[in-house]
């Protein structure tokens, strides 16, 4: 082994000495800076709206950790009496949940149909839904406003959930067809050996071992249906929208209406952040999954 030899091998030790304290501690201490910054917009909306209004024209949200005693819950109480913005959420809750069971229930049935059953034009049928992924909104809202006026759910919840689950069908087929694909078919085939028919086949065997997969999906579509706002502003009733329309109009009204912007902008963020951190160890391991696939 030549001189050079030498200190190339001592530069590589060292490098990878580095990288493996940086991978320990160090990164540790990033990830944790990393995510406190993501986090810090969301605890000063928090922490603004256990504010009183006129402590929050004058000064920023950090003033608390000086004077603790400015915090209260009047916000709060004002929230929960203004009848448009409960209201509001309950309308949000009658979108979303409907629109996210569809879209998960129907795509995993169309998503195993297109991965193991053999049925005509299916390869055809399923170059329509991946060129539907590209097609957007924008596209679709005068038509199908004109089709929903036409059969009499415009401005209805009912319209609303269609259309979100209209478009989240094929990224929803497109994401669970590849990963059903991957299941081992000795094992399906076992399933049929032993009697189970693709009903059943599909419920036992498929849906357990697409759970991650699944609940990816599922946490995807709930974000996407509840922080819409342009296909609530244009399907949904006006009289009693969902809670993104509910805020803007809050805005538009009463301009310093801070009292109800600040706790209804939380809750609107807090409820969709529960929803993750729920379900983060499926997502996780429904991102893994697909990387290792």
């Known amino acids: 082994m030549t001189s050079a030899d030498t200190v190339v091998q001592a530069k590589q030790s060292l490098a990878a000495r580095i990288a493996a304290r940086a991978g320990g501690g160090v990164m540790r201490v990033v990830l944790i800076l990393i995510g406190l910054f993501w986090l810090m917009p969301t605890v000063g909306l928090l922490l603004s709206s256990l504010r009183d209004p006129s402590e929050v024209a004058v000064s920023g949200w950090w003033k608390v950790f000086t004077d603790p005693g400015q915090l209260t819950f009047s916000a709060y109480d004002d929230l929960l009496s203004n009848q448009q913005i409960t209201d509001s959420l309950w309308t949000t809750l ?121 609940a990816s999906l599922g946490i995807f579509q709930f974000l996407w249906v509840w922080n819409d706002m342009l296909i609530a502003l244009i399907f949904a009733d006006s009289g009693n929208p969902p809670i993104t329309v509910a805020l803007q109009q809050q805005v538009r009204q009463f301009g310093n209406n801070i009292d109800i912007l600040g706790p209804g902008a939380f809750i609107s963020m807090v409820i969709p952040l529960a929803v993750f951190f729920a379900f983060q160890r499926q997502f996780v391991a429904g991102v893994m999954a697909g990387a290792v696939k």
Do not use: C, S
């Open 94 to 214: 009658a979108i979303t949940i409907p629109a996210t069971v569809l879209v998960v229930v129907l795509g995993a049935l169309a998503g195993y149909a297109f991965a193991w059953m053999d049925f005509p034009g299916r390869d055809w049928w399923f170059l329509v839904v991946v060129g539907l992924l590209v097609v957007p909104v924008q596209v679709a809202l005068i038509p199908v406003a004109k089709l929903f006026g036409e059969i009499g759910i415009f401005q209805t919840t009912t319209g609303v959930v269609l259309f979100h689950t209209a478009f989240g069908l094929p990224f929803a087929i497109f994401l669970l067809r590849n990963f059903f694909a991957e299941i081992p078919r000795e094992l399906l085939e076992a399933a049929r050996l032993d009697g189970a028919g693709e009903l059943r086949l599909f419920v036992r065997v498929v849906m357990p071992l697409g759970g991650p997969a699944i």
